[in-house]
């Protein structure tokens, strides 16, 4: 009988950048060609960073912005394997909502090939990873809510 994987726990941070274009909301996805998969910038910590600074530095490697917290967006899990080293992984990225306030998209590092704007519904649709699009629309939601909307209304 074949022992069972070992399973690891990573933690990773990052977050849900937007700002305001002539009245429109918009957030920035970094994505990877052949085809392209849109997905949130986020990363794993450095030796002694708190979650906010690596979703900090994450944010403003894969981007090229700088960006300010907003506030906590909560956190994602999902499991993955190696098979060839024999794990498990069940990973936990934590997401901050952030204004970008300086930088340029041309900045980015190159582990992704693209980072664009899209406008919210854009966005919503071109994420490859449904946790992600949750994150997504509950930031969404926060920034309605702030701006006066009604907490159900949709942005």
């Known amino acids: 009988m074949k022992a069972k994987s ?18 429109q909301l918009e957030t920035v996805l ?20 708190t979650l906010e600074q690596t979703a900090l ?11 300010e917290i907003d506030g906590p967006l909560g956190s994602i899990d999902y499991w ?6 024999d794990v498990r992984y069940h990973k936990t990225v934590h997401f901050y909502l952030m204004v ?12 992704f090939d693209v980072v664009q704007w899209f406008n919210a519904e854009d966005a919503l649709k071109s994420l490859a990873y449904a946790n992600e699009v949750n994150v997504l629309q509950r930031a969404f939601n926060l920034i309605a809510e702030s701006d006066g909307a009604g907490p159900g209304e949709r942005v």
């Open 6 to 23: 070992r399973v690891e726990s990573p933690v990773s941070a990052g977050g849900v950048v937007y700002r305001r274009n002539g009245g």
């Open 30 to 49: 970094c994505g990877r060609l052949q085809p392209v998969r849109w997905s949130l910038a986020k990363g794993t910590p450095d030796p002694g960073e």
């Open 57 to 67: 530095r994450e944010v403003r490697e894969e981007t090229g912005l700088e960006v």
């Open 80 to 85: 993955f394997a190696d098979r060839g080293k």
């Open 100 to 111: 970008a306030v300086g930088g340029d998209t041309d900045q980015h590092d190159p582990e």
